[in-house]
């Protein structure tokens, strides 16, 4: 997916979150739906809400490089789709807009 390398990313003003070793845990308090992150995904969670005023694709990428020893295309490759599929559960913003899909409000 194609996103704007300029845009700010933000964490959704509903969402919640909790961290252990494991990952993290995070709560849309508007939906009432929990998710499940991985260590990997937990740290751009973080990495994300720790930027109040939102983070840029380079500036984001740029941080994870100095966690991971992945090449910068991928990690830059791999971190796009996974805001992108934030974005479609309304988890964060783009520009402080929710672009959230219809389906990822869907219950299941």
């Known amino acids: 997916m194609k996103t704007d390398p300029n845009a700010r990313w933000l964490v ?9 070793e494991d990952g993290a845990v995070l709560l849309d308090i508007r ?6 992150l991985n260590p990997v995904a937990a ?18 990428v740029d ?3 100095t966690h991971y020893q992945i090449p910068h295309e991928q990690l830059q490759r791999d971190v796009t789709e996974y805001l992108s599929k934030l974005e479609q ?8 807009v929710i672009h959230e899909s219809k389906a990822a409000g869907a219950r299941g």
């Open 43 to 60: 740290r751009v969670w973080s990495t994300v809400e720790a930027s109040p005023s939102g983070l840029d694709l380079r500036g984001l």
């Open 31 to 36: 939906k009432g739906l929990c998710y499940s």
């Open 63 to 65: 941080v994870m490089e």
């Open 89 to 96: 559960m309304g988890l964060v913003q783009r520009n402080g």
């Open 12 to 20: 959704s003003p509903d969402v919640r979150s909790t961290y252990s």
